[in-house]
């Protein structure tokens, strides 16, 4: 997921998982076995995809229509999920499945009352192959609703192997040598970074990495919750920590004002197009299928990735987003539905989409040998092998009027303090203030 696409409104997630949630019918159907027990059926599938990522999505579907003779129609609902499924309930036409981009989402889906529970059958896929991480962020309330099929790592930087060389620096393993290896990157002719800074979300994702590196998963989702405060002083300090690198006109491409007129695919041409103007660019696994399809890079050879850097001694960060599955109980055909989701938990599932590229699991059964390139399996070893480290987006987890409206919030203090990165006391302050107030406490 490259952007934030839906409102949220938010919740603190559910942190108990009731493995024993009631089954959803449906009989002795199964995904498995090719007896096309569910023949004359049409489940219905709505998600934010379109372009190749829903291309690929529908090679999955097919998949299982090969298995089950069902078939399968995608409607792809733009950016905002959660206005077109809840238009389509009130029409009584319901999708059977949607594909949710955020936590927030899914947990207004639940209080809604609009989610069946996950069936027995894929709560025990889950409970085998996702780390506990993936659970709680598909429950609500101790109920598992979302199976997260496809995910992001949101904890990539991605270089120039020539731009590096050129300096005669390697990747770098700290924060610290990263600023480092970038003012020598600075020094042999191109900018150290380009930062997307017309687009707030990367700057939320800027800061989320260096807060869970520095302050720790705990603070982290205290954080997320607004339990702790924007004021407490491990927000001040990672906002310094960052602001170290912002306020440097040598480490930034074009400087902060130029920063602030580069959005994201723009921020990946200044690394990776025709004119290169600067070696590095964070986000997220996502930069890869960009450089790939817009400018025409060899991912591993023109294009590679360091692990987001350890800050001050702290831990690398992991930090996701994801897509997950769940089952509306007003679809005509919800319990073939739920079938689609049993076969989505399979790593058979995972496989027919890794093939095809652009794409994430954080299925462990997943043979990595199904990606079909050797940094797309490092990515992946990374966000699996970290276990329940991984942090979900935490922007992703807030109300839309804080971590995802563009203008307003997090996203426009982040870019104000970009503008002006002096003062992290008070950009702090501002957070809590716009906080407070989508929060309601």
């Given amino acids: 997921m490259m952007r934030r696409r839906t409102p949220l409104l938010t919740g603190c997630i559910g942190l108990v998982l009731a493995l024993g949630a009631t089954a959803c019918g449906g009989g002795p159907v199964t995904a498995g076995g090719g007896d096309k027990a569910l023949g004359g059926q049409t489940v219905t599938v709505a998600g934010v995809w379109s372009g190749s ?10 998949a ?27 029409g009584g036409n319901a999708p059977d499945v949607v594909m949710v981009p955020q936590v927030g989402v899914l947990q207004q889906f639940a209080k809604e009352g609009w989610l069946k529970p996950l069936s027995k059958t894929t709560q025990e896929s889950v409970g085998a192959n996702y780390a506990d991480v993936w659970k709680t962020y598909g429950s609500v309330d101790g109920t598992l609703y979302g199976l997260y099929f496809k995910a992001a790592h949101k904890s990539t930087v991605w270089y120039s192997p020539d731009a590096l060389a050129q300096a005669g620096v390697e990747p770098p393993k700290t924060y610290d040598e990263m600023l480092k290896a970038g003012q020598t990157v600075s020094d042999s002719g191109l900018a150290a970074f380009s930062v997307a800074g017309q687009d707030g979300w990367t700057l939320t994702d800027w800061f989320e990495n260096v807060y869970l590196s520095q302050a720790g998963p ?20 990672a906002l310094t920590t960052l602001g170290t690198l912002f306020k440097d006109k040598q480490l930034v491409a074009g400087g902060q004002k130029g920063a602030l007129n580069t959005d994201f695919p723009g921020s990946v041409e200044k690394v990776f197009g025709p004119k290169p103007e600067a070696g590095m660019v964070y986000e997220g696994d996502f930069v890869a299928g960009v450089a790939k399809d817009q400018f025409g890079k060899s991912i591993g050879e023109d294009a590679n990735f360091f692990p987001f850097p350890a ?18 109980k007003d679809g005509k055909n919800a319990e073939a539905g739920m079938k689609l989701l049993e076969y989505l938990a399979t790593p058979e599932a995972a496989a ?14 997943l043979d990595l040998a199904s990606y079909g390139d050797a940094v797309t399996r490092a990515t992946a070893k990374s966000l699996v092998g970290a276990g329940d480290s991984v942090r979900f987006d935490m922007s992703d987890q807030a109300p839309a009027a804080f971590g995802g409206t563009k203008g307003a919030g997090e996203w426009k203090i982040l870019q104000d303090f970009l503008r002006d990165p002096s003062d992290p006391k008070a950009t702090a302050a501002e957070l809590e203030k716009a906080a407070a107030k989508a929060y309601g406490n």
Avoid: M
């Fill in 64 to 90: 299982f229509g090969e298995k089950t003779g069902a078939k399968t129609q995608f409607v792809s609902t733009g950016d905002n999920v959660s206005t077109v499924v809840g238009s389509k309930i009130e």
């Fill in 53 to 62: 990522e829903q291309e690929n999505f529908q090679k999955v579907l097919d």
């Fill in 311 to 328: 800050v001050e001694g702290g831990t690398a960060p992991v930090v996701s987003g994801g897509d997950a599955a769940v089952v509306l």
């Fill in 218 to 237: 705990e603070k982290y989702d205290a954080l997320a919750a607004h339990e702790l405060k924007w004021t407490d002083a491990s927000v001040v300090e």
């Fill in 352 to 365: 027919v989409w890794a093939e095809a590229g652009g794409f994430l699991s954080p299925n462990k059964g």
